[in-house]
């Protein structure tokens, strides 16, 4: 037994119909129907359906839309959610991938998708990004990571403070002294960028 209602229009219905199509007030979008003049229905009838729109592919403004609204809707919730359950460790995982990762980055295919997706930019959209989306999260980002932050600081402080008294204890006399403090400093700041 099939629940399908059949509705019929008149030729004028059908008129009107498409005479709202040509000028637009039907919206293209799929899922945002016209809103419904509840005043015009009568007591006891049921709504005219929304008409609908037969699109084999949606266009690409409809599809960015669709994926805004819902990640509007629920985006936060569910990755939250997901973070909470991780189907596997995210740290061991990204350990594991080491070996690919490395072999990814000497890959000249993956080289040259970076390159070619750095100029598919420009500075201005860099700017605009780095302006709205980086600028207002640099507080929060910072001050949300403190305790990466304490770690890292307290790390390289350790060694740096080892590596300023071994300084300080050379000689310092001579222009030779002196020149080999330089030396001997600038080596040992070198052996400590990037470990912070």
Avoid: F
Avoid at 93 to 113: F, K, S
Avoid at 153 to 161: A, F, K, M, N, P
Avoid at 172 to 185: H, K, L, P, Y
């Amino acid at each position: 037994m099939s629940d399908s209602i059949n509705v019929t229009i008149t030729a004028a219905e059908l008129e009107a119909l498409q005479e709202l199509r040509r000028q637009g007030a039907i919206p293209e979008a799929v899922g945002q129907p016209m809103p419904y003049d509840e005043s015009a229905r009568k007591w006891g009838e049921a709504p005219p359906a929304n008409p609908a729109t037969v699109q084999r592919l949606p266009t690409a403004q409809q599809v960015v839309d669709k994926q805004i609204r819902n990640l509007q809707a629920v985006g936060e919730t569910n990755y939250r959610e997901g973070i909470t359950r991780p189907k596997r460790s995210p740290i061991a995982a990204g350990i594991a991938a080491q070996p690919a990762y490395e072999t990814a980055m000497r890959n000249p295919a993956v080289l040259a998708r970076r390159a070619e997706a750095l100029r598919k930019t420009n500075d201005e959209e860099w700017a605009s990004r780095s302006e709205r989306i980086g600028a207002p999260r640099l507080v929060s980002g910072v001050t949300d990571r403190i305790a990466k932050v304490e770690r890292a600081v307290g790390s390289y402080h350790g060694r740096l403070s080892a590596h300023l008294q071994r300084i300080d204890q050379m000689p310092a006399i001579t222009d030779s002294d002196r020149e080999r403090r330089m030396v001997e400093n600038l080596k040992g700041l070198r052996a400590m960028k990037g470990t912070i």
